[in-house]
């Protein structure tokens, strides 16, 4: 959304303003003299390829003899105006651009028959691709629409950013990096004190004693580094925003989100995070690395909370991608229109990135110590982005990544990159399909034993909470409360 202008959906709003302009009798040249603005920029917010700021909606309302409210109306103003949105949608979905045809332009010569049929036949084809889908189950469609509505507020919550502040200054946390003491302290305050075990059930990541006053957190994070305070402070955040056992996985979901986003806000505090961050802009010196180094967090940390903070208080759309080596996606988050790859849900888990975006360019460098900067060429646009890779606890390797559109690189170090590459993604054409010669050479002559993951069909355990086995937790609460 464009800072300052209320929140609206972009295509119901262009075709409202389309139809009262075209109801008062006035061509788009006339609206745009009206209006102070070009015809092109006009023709972009009609078809709703871009958000209005307030000035200009108020211009628009005014000029049309409406109220500002009424261009914000949810409802298409009228039924063909419903259907061409409904086709536009559907035309920019993974399914259809898969099949590789060309997108049908609802103009005012098409008739409305057409269109009920196209859209009619583009739901049918929605429905089969669904039903074909066999891994997006009840967490997988959870999980899709938390990631929409966390979109749709550029991935921030204010009022979690306030308690994390609030919680700080009662502990008194002044600058720097978060330090273990500071976070027992937090746990004090909430009458609660931290302990390390051996024996936490396997289906747990943390336990908290509510009657004893006791949060229970591995060993492996005894060392340091932000694994601690951040399992520390999510264990707390569950007592702070008063949850009560999941009731399914949409709100389990929901409540994970909030306390990584809480432990995230607490180890790098919104207003010294903005401080750094602006002055880094000023500089054109951004870099996740530098908000790394300055908050004592991992590299997934800091990029990550960029993304609750660049795009409402930096004016910075941009994207994040968590990539394994063979190329699926395990978490990501875009507000700039990158246009990750999904299934026929929207779900991006588990779908895996072009071979040619710098999250998988990443894994051929040789130098691992610094980022690594490229500009992708892409059906969406040009992008720059910003790429690191590390490994997890089994020793597979992983990228992490954010990437901006080609206008905001001005304000990253690595703009000047000469790295660059060309994505046709989702087109099967760019890096799906092997080199004709290889296809040639191999094809019914091989046969490849596909790698088989055991969770994909193994069960939750049932219990009070989703995948947590109730008797071994309570059996281990038994035994510490002797």
């Given at each position: 959304?464009?800072p300052?202008?209320?929140?609206?959906?972009?295509?119901?709003?262009g075709?409202?303003?389309?139809?009262?302009?075209?109801?008062?009798?006035?061509?788009?040249?006339?609206?745009?003299?009206?209006?102070?603005?070009?015809?092109?920029?006009?023709?972009?917010?009609?078809?709703?390829?871009?958000?209005?700021?307030?000035?200009?909606?108020?211009?628009?309302a005014?000029?049309?003899?409406?109220?500002?409210?009424?261009?914000?109306?949810?409802?298409?103003?009228?039924r063909?105006?419903?259907?061409?949105?409904?086709?536009?949608?559907?035309?920019?979905?993974?399914?259809?651009a898969?099949?590789?045809?060309?997108?049908?332009?609802?103009?005012?010569?098409?008739?409305?028959?057409?269109?009920?049929?196209?859209?009619?036949?583009?739901?049918?084809?929605?429905?089969?691709?669904?039903?074909?889908?066999?891994?997006?189950?009840?967490?997988?469609?959870?999980?899709?629409?938390?990631?929409?509505?966390?979109?749709?507020?550029?991935?921030?919550?204010?009022?979690?950013?306030?308690?994390?502040?609030?919680?700080?200054?009662?502990?008194?946390?002044?600058?720097?990096?978060?330090?273990?003491?500071?976070?027992?302290?937090?746990?004090?305050e909430?009458?609660?004190?931290?302990?390390?075990?051996?024996?936490?059930?396997?289906?747990?990541?943390?336990?908290?004693?509510?009657?004893?006053g006791?949060?229970?957190?591995?060993?492996?994070?005894?060392?340091?580094?932000?694994?601690?305070?951040?399992?520390?402070?999510?264990?707390?955040?569950?007592?702070?925003?008063?949850?009560?056992?999941?009731?399914?996985?949409?709100?389990?979901?929901?409540?994970?989100?909030?306390?990584?986003?809480?432990?995230?806000?607490?180890?790098?505090?919104r207003?010294?995070?903005l401080?750094?961050?602006?002055?880094?802009?000023?500089?054109?010196?951004?870099?996740?690395?530098?908000f790394?180094?300055a908050?004592?967090?991992?590299?997934?940390?800091?990029?990550?909370?960029?993304?609750?903070?660049?795009?409402?208080?930096?004016?910075?759309?941009?994207?994040?991608?968590?990539?394994?080596?063979?190329?699926?996606l395990?978490?990501?988050?875009?507000?700039?229109?990158?246009?990750?790859?999904?299934?026929?849900?929207?779900?991006?888990?588990?779908?895996?990135?072009?071979?040619?975006?710098?999250?998988?360019?990443?894994?051929?460098?040789?130098?691992?110590?610094?980022?690594?900067?490229?500009?992708?060429?892409?059906?969406?646009?040009?992008?720059?982005?910003?790429?690191?890779?590390?490994?997890?606890?089994?020793?597979?390797?992983?990228?992490?990544?954010?990437?901006?559109?080609y206008?905001?690189?001005?304000?990253?170090?690595?703009?000047?990159?000469?790295?660059?590459?060309?994505?046709?993604?989702?087109?099967?054409?760019?890096?799906?399909r092997?080199?004709?010669?290889?296809?040639?050479?191999?094809?019914?002559?091989?046969?490849?034993?596909?790698?088989?993951?055991?969770?994909?069909?193994?069960?939750?355990p049932?219990?009070?909470?989703?995948?947590?086995?109730?008797?071994?937790?309570?059996?281990?609460?038994?035994r510490?409360?002797?």
């Open positions: 959304m464009t300052g202008a209320p929140s609206a959906d972009p295509l119901t709003l075709r409202r303003v389309r139809h009262l302009r075209t109801q008062r009798g006035l061509t788009l040249d006339q609206l745009a003299a009206d209006t102070g603005v070009s015809a092109s920029q006009l023709s972009l917010v009609e078809n709703g390829h871009r958000e209005p700021r307030l000035g200009l909606l108020s211009a628009l005014q000029a049309l003899g409406v109220p500002t409210a009424s261009l914000l109306d949810p409802e298409p103003p009228t063909r105006a419903a259907l061409e949105i409904a086709l536009e949608r559907a035309q920019g979905s993974p399914a259809y898969r099949l590789g045809l060309p997108a049908v332009r609802p103009s005012r010569t098409l008739p409305t028959e057409a269109l009920e049929a196209l859209v009619g036949l583009h739901g049918e084809l929605r429905r089969r691709d669904e039903a074909a889908s066999a891994t997006p189950e009840e967490a997988r469609r959870a999980n899709t629409e938390l990631r929409r509505t966390m979109r749709a507020v550029h991935n921030h919550l204010p009022e979690l950013e306030e308690l994390a502040e609030q919680q700080l200054r009662a502990a008194g946390h002044g600058a720097g990096p978060l330090t273990h003491r500071t976070v027992a302290r937090m746990a004090a909430l009458g609660l004190t931290i302990l390390y075990v051996d024996d936490l059930p396997h289906s747990t990541r943390t336990v908290t004693d509510l009657e004893n006791r949060i229970y957190l591995p060993p492996a994070s005894t060392p340091g580094g932000h694994g601690l305070r951040s399992l520390a402070l999510q264990a707390m955040a569950h007592q702070l925003l008063k949850h009560s056992a999941p009731v399914d996985y949409a709100d389990f979901l929901r409540q994970r989100m909030e306390i990584n986003y809480y432990a995230a806000a607490c180890l790098v505090p207003t010294p995070a401080e750094l961050l602006r002055a880094a802009k000023a500089a054109k010196d951004l870099a996740v690395e530098d790394r180094d908050f004592g967090i991992t590299h997934e940390t800091a990029a990550w909370r960029l993304t609750n903070l660049a795009t409402r208080d930096l004016d910075i759309p941009l994207h994040f991608l968590r990539v394994t080596e063979d190329g699926a395990t978490k990501g988050y875009e507000d700039d229109g990158v246009g990750l790859p999904a299934d026929a849900a929207g779900a991006v888990e588990g779908q895996h990135v072009c071979r040619r975006w710098a999250a998988r360019a990443v894994f051929a460098q040789r130098d691992r110590t610094t980022e690594f900067h490229q500009y992708t060429d892409t059906p969406g646009g040009t992008f720059w982005c910003s790429a690191q890779t590390g490994r997890n606890a089994s020793g597979s390797r992983f990228s992490i990544t954010v990437g901006v559109p206008v905001h690189a001005k304000w990253f170090r690595g703009r000047d990159t000469a790295v660059r590459a060309r994505s046709t993604c989702p087109d099967d054409g760019c890096c799906k092997p080199p004709g010669e290889l296809a040639d050479r191999w094809a019914g002559r091989s046969w490849p034993s596909a790698t088989m993951h055991a969770h994909v069909l193994a069960p939750l049932t219990g009070s909470f989703p995948g947590v086995d109730d008797a071994e937790v309570y059996a281990f609460l038994e510490h409360a002797r």
